[in-house]
């Protein structure tokens, strides 16, 4: 089974859930920037959920079947349509060979993740199929997808296909701010500069990618000037530089830096980072490491249901 590329979109990669246990020799983990989006489609198309999907960036691909394929959409709606028919997000769909999937500009997210039964087979480097464009390596030749590419398919083997519950999409579609936990040097900040911190509204800014979201608004200064040797920075670190402006540090981030980190988001609000677009307002909420802890295992729990019929 194969997939032909007719227009890769802006930025369309193969991701899974990424490759852990790297950090030390400077490879960051890279993965979906929304893997719940990326888990879900793959449980509607019975997949094991971190299997290598495709993640489209703000405007999707155009793809032809050449053979026939189950699939599913997930993430920021971008209009998809089959053969000029519009398709629906969150349900399994079979397509036949020679059609013709055609995705647009996302309209309420950032990011689109297209799910094939069977999975996107590509080679497994460090146990990951994600695509590390920095690093050139990974997904298909560590780049973007561009016109032309054949995608492989692995063989499909799941049981029936299944909706996902409304109450799922109430979650996925929650709002307010990021949660986030003190970060390591957040003591060298004043109580006054972090409540700051906490009141200031950010704007995303165009100078952001997968490695970091860099955001404009109230200048937040620690209380001494001066930076680390060095130091490992998790997914979430919320870094400030000398002028002040902080910095989202992402899927793709670098491993280590010398920035002291205000905050941490955390784990449960990660996917919802990756549905961040230019110029979108983003505030944060503090949070005790425990509740930080309770979040993602209701996390876990409601994405357990995903993929179940309305009535089980």
């Known amino acids: 089974m194969s997939i032909r590329v007719q227009k890769p979109g802006l930025s369309t990669t193969v991701q899974d ?12 983990p890279c993965g979906a920037a929304d893997a719940v989006s990326l888990r879900i489609a793959n449980r509607l198309v019975g997949n ?13 691909a155009t793809l032809q079947f050449l053979s026939d394929a189950e699939i599913a959409l997930s993430g920021a709606d971008c209009g998809c ?10 349900s399994p ?10 995705c647009g500009s996302t309209l309420n997210g950032a990011r689109t993740y297209l799910a094939i039964a069977g999975g996107i087979n590509v080679p ?24 032309g590419d054949v995608l492989e398919v692995g063989t499909a083997a799941h049981g ?38 906490l009141a200031s509204t950010y704007k995303i800014s165009e100078q952001s990618d997968r490695a970091g979201l860099r ?17 490992g920075i998790p997914l979430g670190a919320i870094q400030v530089p000398p002028d002040g402006q902080p910095i989202l540090l992402f899927v793709d981030q670098q491993t280590t830096g010398g920035y002291p980190k205000i905050a941490n988001a955390i784990a449960a609000d990660v996917h919802r980072i990756g549905q961040l677009r230019p110029h979108d307002e983003i505030r944060f909420t503090e949070v005790s490491v425990s509740e930080a802890i ?3 295992r209701a996390q876990e729990r409601w994405l357990k249901d995903a993929g179940r019929s309305e009535d089980e």
């Not at 999907?53 to 999707?60: H, I, P």
């Not at 109430?170 to 709002?175: A, G, K």
């Not at 608004?217 to 040797?229: A, C, D, K, R, Y």
């Open 81 to 90: 349509t089959l053969d000029k028919d519009g398709i629906a997000m969150y």
């Open 160 to 197: 029936p296909f299944r909706s996902i519950p409304s109450r799922i999409l109430d979650e996925l579609s929650r709002t307010g701010p990021i949660r986030v936990t003190r970060g390591a040097q957040a003591d060298w900040f004043s109580k006054e500069q972090f409540n700051q911190f």
């Open 17 to 28: 859930c990424g490759r852990f246990g790297f950090a030390h020799l400077g490879i960051s």
């Open 93 to 102: 769909l079979r397509v036949s060979a020679n059609s013709v999937l055609q």
């Open 124 to 147: 497994l480097i460090m146990g990951s199929a994600s695509t590390d464009v920095r690093g050139k390596f990974g997904g298909i030749e560590g780049r973007r997808l561009k016109a």
């Open 294 to 296: 309770d979040a993602l």
């Open 215 to 231: 955001l404009n608004g109230e200048s937040i200064n620690p209380v001494e000037p001066g930076q680390l040797l060095t130091d």
């Open 48 to 60: 094991e959920e971190y299997a290598p999907a495709l993640e489209m960036t703000l405007l999707g």
